[in-house]
């Protein structure tokens, strides 16, 4: 049983290492940046964030893993940010630590600060954050750093969260995807998505996309963005780089 000590002392021991997965425009079809994913190398095997994240919520271990992401995303994926235009990387936060200074201090002293219109922060949709997080979703926007809403699903209740902050992506639940029409015909979440696309200035990702007939729904959709085992897994930063390479 994981408990609050064993992730402490997996810090200490550097077992976290991070994977990224690629980001793919459909049009042109390349890639066009990648999200951070924190992994945990522990002795008896890998160690997702499913199994782990929810355990520090709410305590000083979650700033402290969001500041160790930063500073690995930088020593990483720093020169890479600076060397290409039109990239960005995607990095997961914790509303609970949005708007008290940490994230801003976290990127000055990584040295990210200077591609910060390259930054994607995401939150998710149930842990939307509290009015000083709020705040500082509209203050990160106003500085050029970009915030992402994670694991939408489309429907009105939820899409009328978007109206609480100031949030420029919003990204697709992968289970969204699974419903979709074999006959080609659009599913009622792809014309609500189409409308929500030609309605406001968001922009859309879609994760977990795994097969060429949800690439052609989404594509129909007028979804620019995706992500997902169809177009490649998670990948080491030496490894995402020479993928970038090949599909820039």
Known sequence: MIDLEMIREGLD?????LEYLPIVSLD???????EALLRWQRPTGVVFPNDFVHLVENTPLSGLLTYWVIDQVAAEMGEWLRKHEGVEMHINVPPEILGRGGLEYAAQKSGLSDVKHKIVLEVTERGLPDQLGLH??????????????????IDPARVMVLSRCNVHI???????????????????????????????????????????EQVAVL????????????????LRATAFIDYFMHHA
């Open 13 to 17: 021991r550097n077992e976290f290492f």
């Open 170 to 212: 919003i990204k697709i639940d992968k289970g969204v995807l699974l419903d979709y029409a074999v006959d080609g015909a659009m599913p009622r979440w792809a014309e609500a998505l189409s409308v929500l696309l030609k309605t406001t200035d968001l922009e859309v990702i879609a994760e977990g996309v795994e097969s060429a």
């Open 219 to 234: 594509e129909k959709a007028g979804v620019g963005r995706v992500q997902g085992h169809y177009f490649s897994p998670p």
């Open 28 to 34: 042109p079809r390349c890639c066009v940046g990648a």
């Open 136 to 153: 500082a979703i509209d203050l990160a926007a106003r500085e050029g750093v970009r915030v992402a809403l994670d694991d939408i699903c």
